[in-house]
Structure formats: C-alpha cells, structure tokens
C-alpha cells in the first residue's frame, strides 16, 4: 500500500512538472515575434563635432562596443533580423577649424567592433564659428560612400547636428556644388527601396526642405543649439530599429 502511494505521487510530480514546462514553452513561443525580413545594413553616422556637441558623442562613445548587438535585440522585436552590418563615421566642423571633416573606412561588425570604438573614441569636439556647420558637404560624402553592392543591404545615414547646414561649398571630397546636385545623387546614387536618411537635425529650412522632398528622409526634431542633450541612446536605437 506504501509503495502505491509513492508511485501515484511520483506520477503527480511528473504530471506537475511536465505541465509547468508546457506552460513555460507556450509563455516564450507568444513573445517570439516572427521574422518577417532578413538583411545587411551599411550605415553611415554623419557627426557634428562642433563644440556644443559633447553630449552626443559622448553618447556615441559610450554606447560603441553595444551598438551592433543592441540594434540586432531592438530589430529582433519588431521581426527583423540584421544579418550583417558594416559602420562608417564622418565627424564634420566647420569651414575655420583644422580639421572640416575626419572619415573613416567601414567597419564591419562584431568582427572590427574595438577598431570602430577606437576610431570614435579619438573624435574631438571643438570649433564652430557662427551657427551653420558643414552638414550639406557632410551628407555628400555619406551619400557617396563606397556601399555594398549587395542588393540585399539597407544603405542608412545618420546625421546629428544642433544647427543648420551652411550651403555645399564645392570643396569637400565629394565636390558636390549645390542643393539640387545633392538631391539628384540621393535619387540617382542608392536604389529607393534600400535607402535610409535619418536625421537628429532642428526644425529649419535646410533640413525641412530634405525632410519634404526627399524619399525615406526622416527628421527627429531636436532643440536648436542644445548639443542633442534631449536626444539618448535608446532614443537613437527606437528611431533607426523603426526605420531601418
């Protein structure tokens, strides 16, 4: 008769356990979310490095070594899936400071995570003179960026910047004249359906006029003169996993 009793406790344990891994396995499968696309991402970070914007790219250097893995989670959550991602940096200034522009190479993620983090760690914010900055002759040369030629990679720019863009000046590397030569190698340059401008940028002329008229331009608006201390970390991965 004992040993009967431990049998049928022994069976209710079992029943008991297998039904509460039951429960556990439903509980993950309803927070799965399906992937409905996989791709490749280039992405190009278009940087104001003027003085007003340590905030932004302490930021940007805090985060370094966390950006690709914490993208692919926030991706993941919305059924997107990055299967590979390469990341470049053009740090912009102003016309009277030494250094108008640094750029770097791509770097491809996770392998080249430390050289990305090294490259960004090395950026300075310093200079600007009066309130435009070189933003337009930035985004030039992100435009012009050697991206994959895989059709099945996302090209995305980001830009930060606190203040409006002075004209395109002609003389950065991509010799890029004026507005309207910039907006015909937008249209020209990157297939429409892979292309992504994001834009941390204030409410003004030079970046509405993008934000109106140029396809899969997005603008987050941001306080003029404010360094982007409004803008955070999680703030940029909600905006680039959403539009990416």
């Known amino acids: 008769m004992k040993g009967l009793k431990v049998i049928l406790v022994l069976t209710y344990v079992i029943i008991i356990l297998l039904l509460l891994l039951s429960l556990k396995k439903c509980n993950n499968n309803a927070h799965t979310i399906p992937i409905k696309e996989k791709f ?57 400071d030494e250094k108008p522009f ?62 409006p863009s002075h004209p395109l000046s002609g003389t950065a590397n991509s010799g890029i004249r004026d507005f309207d030569e910039l907006t015909s190698i937008w249209n020209t340059k990157l297939p429409k359906e892979s292309k992504r401008l994001i834009m941390f940028a204030p409410s003004h002329a030079t970046w509405n006029i993008i934000e109106n008229n140029w396809d899969n331009a ?24 959403e539009s990416i």
């Not at 997005?218 to 996993?241: A, C, F, M, P, Q």
Request: hydrophobic residues 35%.
């Open 218 to 241: 997005k603008r987050h608006d941001v306080t003029t003169g404010g360094g982007l201390t409004d803008v955070d970390y999680n703030e940029i991965l909600k905006t680039l996993s």
């Open 40 to 96: 490749n991402a280039d992405v190009v970070m278009c940087i104001d490095c003027t003085s007003s914007m340590s905030s932004i790219i302490g930021t940007i250097k805090n985060n370094a070594l966390n950006f690709y893995p914490d993208i692919k989670k926030r991706c993941v959550e919305q059924g997107k899936e990055i299967l590979s991602m390469r990341v470049k940096v053009i740090a912009f200034r102003d016309f009277c």
């Open 102 to 163: 640094e750029e770097s190479s791509f770097y491809s993620f996770p392998e080249q995570e430390k050289e990305f983090k090294s490259y960004v760690h090395d950026l300075k914010d310093y200079g600007g003179g009066d309130e435009p900055e070189r933003a337009y002759d930035a985004l030039s040369m992100a435009i012009q960026s050697n991206w994959s030629n895989n059709p099945n990679t996302r090209k995305v720019i980001i830009l930060w910047t606190d203040v």
